[in-house]
């Protein structure tokens, strides 16, 4: 197919199948009702990666993917899918669902071959090599990645958005670097993502969100996203070096970090849910979540630029990295003590 219809096929499917997946989800009960940490007034169903992933395999068929290649990645999608929905609509265990998360990563390394086998020239000594680490190293990054796309998915839009902007740096990527097909894959995906935030994101046709990603979609995104950061940065002629895929995916991950260290320091469990994040920073300094998602969004293109763009303009990637570590320290202060963070960000609201 041509990649206008790459791309038109998922977002009208997307944007045609939502509403009738809603409805269906708020007869059957399957909702995500108001309470506790929830800002929400009224159940809203958690379908939206229950419809954009299944569209995005299909595209993904329709724009060349070679089912041989990417069986592993679908089966683990899959896998991933049905575990979220469950979880959507029942709860189940957290240790239950850690441990899908790692079968599904197993799946896209071992017979998928996303691993990660060398970081690149990171602090100006020779490319590291990981040599027999390679496999336990790419799973954790799998697992961190799933994880960490899914504790961010807490403002109507933030979640999906920042899947648009991350996927949108990798198509730049594979653009300039001549791998055309996975461009055409990318640009299915953020199609189908684009008709889901039609209806989760706050826009002038729309005040609040009607549909959630959900824990199935969100970790869903964070599969997929590990999936080609890791493929597109490995091999003989890769499109993106480490350095910039750390600067691309550094907001989800370094949130999710931060909030792992600042529960155990308080003795708590690292999965134990609250309102620490770093999105919840710009609520509590008087933000509207729909401000709040565009200025961290706004973060995160601009996370890609350095990382991306710094290396199309020559800067070397030890320097990159020593900045990324930099950012690391600071975003780590900001999520074990983040009042001075968020006073400073009131004064923007006033």
Request: proline letters at 6%.
């Amino acid at each position: 197919m041509g990649l206008f219809w790459v791309t038109v096929f998922p977002l009208f499917v997307v944007l045609a199948a939502l509403p009738v997946a809603r409805r269906a989800a708020i007869r059957f009960d399957f909702v995500d009702k108001p309470g506790g940490r929830k800002d929400h007034a009224e159940p809203v169903p958690p379908i939206g990666g229950l419809v954009v992933f299944p569209v995005f395999m299909v595209a993904s068929l329709l724009a060349g993917a070679d089912m041989d290649v990417y069986w592993p990645l679908f089966a683990a999608l899959a896998l991933i899918l049905v575990t979220g929905a469950v979880d959507d609509y029942r709860h189940i265990q957290p240790w239950i669902k850690f441990m899908i998360q790692f079968v599904a990563a197993f799946l896209i390394v071992l017979p998928g071959g996303a691993q990660v086998f060398e970081l690149g020239d990171m602090f100006g000594f020779g490319p590291i090599g990981l040599g027999l680490l390679s496999v336990p190293f790419s799973v954790f990054c799998v697992v961190l990645l799933i994880n960490a796309v899914n504790l961010m998915d807490g403002l109507d839009g933030l979640a999906g958005g920042q899947g648009l902007v991350m996927f949108g740096w990798l198509k730049i990527a594979c653009a300039l670097g001549g791998a055309w097909q996975v461009f055409g894959i990318l640009c299915a995906l953020d199609a189908a993502l684009l008709g889901f935030l039609y209806y989760n994101m706050r826009h002038p046709l729309r005040e609040k969100a009607s549909v959630f990603l959900g824990d199935a979609g969100s970790m869903a995104l964070g599969l997929v996203l590990a999936w080609y950061v890791i493929t597109l940065s490995q091999g003989v002629e890769p499109v993106l070096l480490p350095v910039s895929v750390a600067w691309i995916v550094a907001l989800p991950v370094m949130d999710a970090c931060g909030q792992f260290v600042r529960r155990m320091k308080e003795g708590r469990h690292p999965f134990d849910p609250d309102r620490g994040h770093f999105h919840h920073h710009f609520i509590a300094a008087g933000f509207s979540p729909g401000r709040a998602t565009a200025l961290i969004l706004l973060v995160s293109v601009v996370f890609g630029a350095i990382g991306y763009g710094g290396i199309l303009l020559g800067i070397p990637a030890p320097v990159l990295m020593i900045a990324w570590l930099g950012y690391w320290v600071v975003h780590m202060m900001i999520s074990l003590k983040p009042q001075g963070f968020i006073v400073v960000l009131s004064r923007f609201t006033k």
